[in-house]
């Protein structure tokens, strides 16, 4: 589709795109394409349309630091030596000089002191990592909460949170290399996790390190899973989830022009890759100020890896602080002695098995959703978080569950900052982890129906001008004014919830289907998914509101009666539970 | 103050122009002469006014501190938590009511495991008293000469050798408590290991020698004098040291840098593509073409 | 794809129960829907009809030639910007110095600071540069493109799987299991090389775990501090005392005879071998069972290695003996055998039997009774 022009700003070219002569551009594309026959393909994606949001570009940051980090990171590696051979530091750093340390310590401080710009990258190399999970980690809610990951796009999802744990194990890797003493504490932790593996733990660990902790094996190792293997995957992960993105083409927000059938927005060509190209800029010049502004991993005043030394503070970095909160609120002494082996619950739980199980949930959730709605057509126009309160009150929960694991993995932080007791937050945290997920789950749930009630309302009623009306009897009433018709129809373009009926017989009475105990938990799940969300107004009913609030404006004017803000008293919504709209 | 300093990076270095070993020599001398000033008097002067200080602190001691230490700083039996109200002062030497009062953490204004610092309740003349009287009641570790913890008139290959043996002593000692920064760190029940930072080293040298509160003491049998020393060097030399990586962000380590890297990184992102996907202003006139 | 069976209360596109499912992409019954470019007739049910995409309006910089020429000065602005703040780089990274004698600024690393600041500012600028170009100057028309439903025409599905089962019919494999299952079985085994090749990870007797069991401590073995090596004399140490100590044999000497370490052996060593020594009033100690005699005086030694995880552990508090971990914050009572009374821990720290030999110094009555540091699966067999 080609757009007029002509009266773009006239800096703009205006005549169209085929010249008279062939410019070198053109005869080098023509060059390419007898070759390699790219016109094809090129003709539509040049121009495939991207719709314009904010929250569409967080996955964006993701892949941008993810440059900066192969930038950074190839940079790194042209001094950094990952052998844990023993020599004697003597190097700029003052304090250090004289130590024996590994040649990965040492090969650290020679960037950090001896390499002009070395310190900086090293830098900016350690913010581009936090920033990489922690954008992919905004993305995966943004697409969660906007339920993107319906069908078609599941998969894609599946794909996000693998990205997601490869960015979490890249970046436990990566800050393992240096060999300082918080790394190396953070090392002999994932050795205590692994002893900790029922069976086969302790010959996992020996091999891991060649032998016994810390042996001098581990640091080449995990250099190598750090700049090939998982890099590796995750670039073909990541070109995957982009050929998905495109081939599915983006999910938009529902409004006018906007439906399943469309997409609506500017062409990759010129816009949308100015803009992606320029937010590339943008966050590899945010993560320069930030390596050249705020000290990150000090490795200098950790000093060298050295088992018999510890510092307050031992954290991993963020990203890793949740399953280390869960492991801090374990209560004592969690382990069994069966048959002579020994197994560590304290250690299982926490780090073993509710991670994995976390990540399993999470990649489930969209098939899960489909499964209990029997969903099968394609979205592609976003729903807002509100209009599905049950599977934003779930991701809250998720998240709340998460932040309080990710608190409890900072409570000496926390405990020293606010002149608290880390054994109080600990005992908190262990009633919280529990509590808190529920709460969360209950309180948005109710706040998205509300807010969906109150969409209605705006629909129905208009919205509140602030305009107080008095009457001759000294009544006051607000005056309710008609949204305009763009708005009115963005919030009515979104779907009926349709409470999943089991076949047949829909209720008790009906004759059992074959696979009818499946079928019933469904049914069940759909009604408790469903069943309290305010569905939208009817035309029959919008049209009642209407002309209500006509008469209503007549009647204001007219003055003879009353708007006493009762008028719409006995009205209710369709489809909702018996909760009045209004109850003044 | 010049803002950009340049060739300030190392301490060493720094001292070893022309003119830092002049500055260096000048602030040996004062130093050395207001310790003589501080010093030789109290020296010069007999025992009789020895005893006067003795006096003075008992005296002192009523009114502040008896009332949890006891008449004689013979001390309270009442323990609440597991923690005695007002030990025994027999025998903690004038070290630690150098330390204890002269940071201001006693007298405390409630009992507790934490003694946190405040304003300095006494004068350098009362501490000194006080000390004195503390340390009649019984032998015990006495406030430490500047010579014991100060690496001045040391070589500069000492210097430096000593610096990175307490940077070694540190970091095995005094870090599981008050972290690789000095900064500080938790401990159980809402206890805390203070901040180290811009602690004079005769502090140090004092919570070293009597371990202060539930601190453990390194006693001269558990960390040499040189010990201690050195540690005191390292620190110092970790306050000189320029912060080669930009703002320190507390000093906490991970923690504090994943909260700067949602709230700065993260948020100023997405602050950034809120900004290139809003709407430009429009304008009510049409095209005119040209 | 959906070759589901049941008839699903499927709703149309825009969440209109459909009348048919022709509407309807991804079921079996019917040929997967093509979209309909146009609004369906369904749509008029909904309760406001799509009003269409708004009228395109111009911005000031379309309709005002001034705001146009003050847009190209901005980005241009900024694009110079740009080059300045690159240049600065490059000023900065040959006149600031590092190394030896860094330059320092404002307190901080001045070549850290200004190359990070330098360089941010340029990519920023850039940055912000093409975007206000792309806002400001490219065209800003929005275009529609019509979506296609992911999944493929029922002929070509068809098709597919046509030719796969041509495929597999003329491989014949479905007709011959034994050709199929020992070729499965063949393929399947070579898992088997894949797993063991992994096995000199930990060449040789490196891969025997049963070295956990035991640490450098041997009978008489003296204790020695941490960092610098020295005997340490038990009349030496006072009540309250923390001593980081390690096993003298980590610190060899011409004197006490013990080989020098090096490397991954030494690492190995001082991993397990690190102890804690306090001294505290002999009344408070609750000796365990058959240890009346493990210590000296009021002088006690435990493992340094958290039984949790792994880490040293020395944030000992001397008026309640609680020692803490600042890893995961199990607190252990040295007092009481080093049990555990918060935290994730499981076991109490080991504890060193200690005694005081001739010459007044400390040292080990023997090995640790039992493995140090964290839990693993066959520690109680061993």
Redesign the interface.
Known sequence: ?S??????????RTDAATASKPSPAGSLASWADDRLGLATAMKKNL???FP???????G??ALWSFVVLLLTGVFLTLWFDPS???VTYEG?Y??????DMSSAMASALHI?????????MR??HH?AA??FI??MM?HLLRVAFTGAYR??RELNWVIGCILLLLGTLEGFTGYSLPDD??SG?GI??A???L?????????M?????????????IIPRLYIVHVLLIPGILLALIAAHMLLLV???HTQWPG????????????ML??YA??A??????????????????????V????PY??????????????M?WP?GL?????????T?IF?????W??LIPILLVPPLMLVILMLLPFVEGWIT?????H?LLQRPRNAPTRTAVMVALMTFYGLAWAA?????I??KL??????I?YFMRGAIFLGPLLAFWITRRWCISLQRSDNEK?LHGYETGIITRSASGQYAERHLPIN??S??TL?????D?I??V?GDTDASGVAAPNSRSEKVRARLSSWMYQHNVQ????A??EEGHHHAEHEAELQSGLDHPADGHQFDDHRLRDTDEVPLRDH | MRVLNRTAGRLSRHRRGPLAGLAVLLLGLLISGSLYTAFAPAQAQSQASETDQIAQGKELFLTSCAFCHGKNGEGVPTVRDGYQIGPSLVGVGAAAVDFQVGTGRMPMAQPGAQAPRKKVAFDDDEVAALAAYVASLGPGPAIPDESDYSIEGMSEEEREEAITRGGQIFLTNCTACHNFNGAGGAMPRGGYAPNLHGVQGKYIYEALLTGPQNMPNFSNGNLSPEEKRDVIAYLGSIQDTPEYAGFTLGGLGPVSEGLFAWILGIGGLVGAAVWIASHTTRSKKDKVNA | MSNDSHEHPVNAPDGTPAAGSGATAGSSSTTPATYDSHVPSHRESEPIADPGLPPHTWRPTDVDPKAEKRAERQIAGLFVAAMISAVLFVVAYFSLSVGDSWDTFAGMGASTVALGVTLGLSLLFIGIGIIHLARKLMADHEIIEMRHPAASPQEDRDATIQALNDGLDEAGIGRRPLVRNTMIGAVGILGLPAVVLLRDLAPGDKLDIGKLAHTIWEPGMRLVRDVVGTPILASEIEVGDLINAAPEALFPTEENGYPELHGAEKQVQKAKGAIIIVRMDPDDITAGKGREKWTADGIICYSKICTHVGCPISLYERTTHHVLCPCHQSTFDLADSAKVVFGPAARPLPQLPIEVDGEGYLVAQSDFTEPIGASYWEREKQ
């Open positions: 589709m757009v007029d022009t002509s009266k773009v700003a006239t800096s703009n121009r495939k349309v314009d949001h904010w929250s569409f570009m967080l964006e940051i844990m051979g023993e700029s003052d304090q250090l000089r004289g130590i950090s002191f001896d390499v002009r710009g070395g310190l900086l830098q900016m913010w936090m920033i922690a954008s905004v069908k078609p003493l918080l504490t002999r932790a050795d205590g996790f002893k900790a593996t029922p069976v086969a733990g302790t010959y660990s020996f091999l891991l390190f060649g032998g016994e902790f810390p042996g001098e094996s081939y599915h083409k006018p022009g906007r439906t399943e059938q469309n997409v609506v927005g500017y062409p010129p816009v100015a803009k190209g320029g937010f590339f800029f943008m966050v590899f010049g945010v993560i320069a100020l930030m390596g050249g502004l705020m000290s990150i991993n000090p200098w005043k950790f000093g050295d088992p018999t030394k510890v510092t307050a503070g031992s954290q991993p970095d963020w990203y602080g280390d492991l801090r609120i374990m209560p004592s002494h969690m382990e002695v002579g082996y020994t197994i560590s304290n250690v029997g969903d099968k057509r394609d592609h993995g900072g409570n000496d932080i405990a020293i002149h608290a007791s880390i054994n109080q600990t629909l018709p763009t009115a129809y009515t373009a979104r779907d009926r349709e999943y009926a076949e939208k107004p009817t035309r009913e919008l």
